[in-house]
């Protein structure tokens, strides 16, 4: 059974870091493509970053040289190194297994974890 | 980047009815069009894929559709864990992008 717990959220003042981690049982995160995806209190959903197999990584415009994307092979973990939080970074953010070749959607998703820039 | 645009954004609607929602997208995006159920206080759930496939486990009553630059999500008859909020989203271009979403509410 495929499981991905996100962690690392809370509340941080506007200008700050914090690190979102998303640990994985059931696949292995290097193997597979990964991404994160967002979704401010109320709002709709927004994708925010993938990294491939290969190591490529994208972001959408809105986070990028802010947010970080990255893996850890020996703890089967996927980060988010955010940083510069402003308000409308306020949100839960997922970890999702994301599927390629062909296409790119989101299968498997995490519970959430909420970050909240004030 | 691609605008998804998703109508209508509330849907009320009774059990057994047959219910549709509508993605248009601002440019071609092939079949590139995936649909997701979410639940209050939960994660996005999987439905469809590539504008029509069905994701394993998910009803049969559950179906997508594609003409041109509009796509369809459709219930064939509504049951009561049906209730919820579906979004769509294109994987054509980066951005990847989702509509703003539909809730389907009880009539």
């Known amino acids: 059974e495929v499981q991905l717990v996100e962690s690392g959220g809370g509340l941080i003042q506007p200008g700050g870091s914090l690190r979102l981690s998303c640990a994985a049982s059931?696949?292995?995160?290097?193997?597979?493509?990964m991404s994160w995806v967002r979704q401010a209190p109320g709002k709709g959903l927004e994708w925010v970053s993938v990294i491939y197999t290969g190591g490529d990584i994208y972001y959408v415009d809105s986070v990028k040289g802010r947010f970080t994307i990255s893996r850890d092979h020996s703890k089967n973990t996927l980060y988010l190194q955010m940083s510069s939080l402003r308000a409308d970074d306020t949100a839960v953010y997922y970890c999702?297994?994301?599927?390629?070749?062909?296409?790119?959607?989101?299968?498997?998703w995490g519970q959430g974890t909420l970050v909240t820039v004030s | 980047d691609i605008q998804v645009t998703q109508s209508p954004s509330t849907l009320s609607a009774s059990v057994g009815d047959r219910v549709t929602i509508t993605c248009r997208a601002s440019q071609s995006i092939s079949n590139w069009l995936a649909w997701y159920q979410q639940k209050p206080g939960k994660a996005p759930k999987l439905l469809i894929y590539?504008?029509?496939s069905l994701e394993s486990g998910v009803p049969s009553r559950f179906s997508g559709s594609r003409s041109g630059t509009e796509f369809t999500l459709s219930i064939s008859s509504l049951q009561p864990d049906d209730f919820a909020t579906y979004y769509c989203?294109?994987?054509?271009?980066?951005?990847?992008?989702f509509g703003q979403g539909t809730k389907v509410e009880i009539k």
């Open positions: 989203q294109q994987y054509n271009n980066y951005p990847w992008t």
């Open positions: 999702a297994r994301t599927i390629g070749v062909p296409g790119y959607y989101f299968d498997y």
């Open positions: 059931g696949i292995t995160v290097s193997n597979n493509y």
């Open positions: 590539k504008a029509s």
